[in-house]
Antibody, heavy 118, light 109 residues
């Protein structure tokens, strides 16, 4: 079955970097775009952007330019989110979510909690 | 930047119909999507392209869109439908940038 499995929780200090992985299985990885979504504690969902898994071309939402980078390793069917210069308000659960057949974010990963604290 | 507006909360008794609205200027031209998120879980798509229901989603969930408002309807709401619901759509710029609404907490009691 279609599955997205994300990497485990991370605890980082301010200013550090983190790389979250999202490993896909059960479908052709390069056929469907991958979205990234942030959810701060007790808050709503924020769409961060998406990456075209066929071309590697990313699209970032306005608030997620500069420190946020989407990337792929198609040899292992994995998408990545890298965040640099971490700040306390980057503390959140980060989700990957796959588009399918014209529908947005059909399948979601389990989420990765990134905690930024000194 | 583009925004989608949802009421913070909706409350119904079991068996009643719950309606959750989502307003946005681009909704006449862009599809709405709806996601259910139960406490501590990842979101689940319940409606796509305004009114289509993914396989496995109960028939009591339906969607509609008219003008600048999309609506998620839960007919005969059940206790297990208690969750946060988020609408999602795209801005009208044509660059495929999406946005979530602020979310609506549905209480069924």
């Amino acid at each position: 079955q279609v599955q997205l499995v994300q990497s485990g929780s991370e605890l980082k200090k301010p200013g550090a970097s983190v790389k979250v992985s999202c490993k896909a299985s059960g479908y052709t990885f390069t056929s469907d775009a991958m979205n990234w979504v942030r959810q701060a504690p007790g808050q709503g969902l924020e769409w961060m952007g998406w990456i075209d898994t066929n071309t590697g071309n990313p699209m970032y939402a306005q608030d997620f330019t500069g420190r946020f980078v989407f990337s792929l390793d198609t040899s292992v069917n994995t998408a990545y989110l890298q965040i640099s210069g971490l700040k306390a308000d980057d503390t959140a659960v980060y989700y990957c979510a796959r588009d399918s057949q014209g529908a947005v974010a059909v399948t979601w990963g389990q989420g990765t909690l990134v905690t930024v604290s000194s | 930047s583009y925004e989608l507006t949802q009421p913070p909360s909706v409350s119904v008794s079991p068996g009643q119909t719950a309606r959750i609205t989502c307003s946005g200027d681009a909704l006449p031209r862009k599809y709405a999507y709806w996601y259910q998120q139960k406490s501590g879980q990842a979101p689940v798509l319940v409606i796509y392209e305004d009114s289509k229901r993914p396989s496995g989603i109960p028939e009591r969930f339906s969607g509609s869109s008219s003008g600048t408002m999309a609506t998620l309807t839960v007919s005969g709401a059940q206790v297990e439908d208690e969750a946060a619901y988020y609408c999602y759509s795209f801005d009208s710029s044509g660059n495929l940038k999406g946005v979530f609404g602020g979310g609506t907490k549905l209480t069924v009691l």
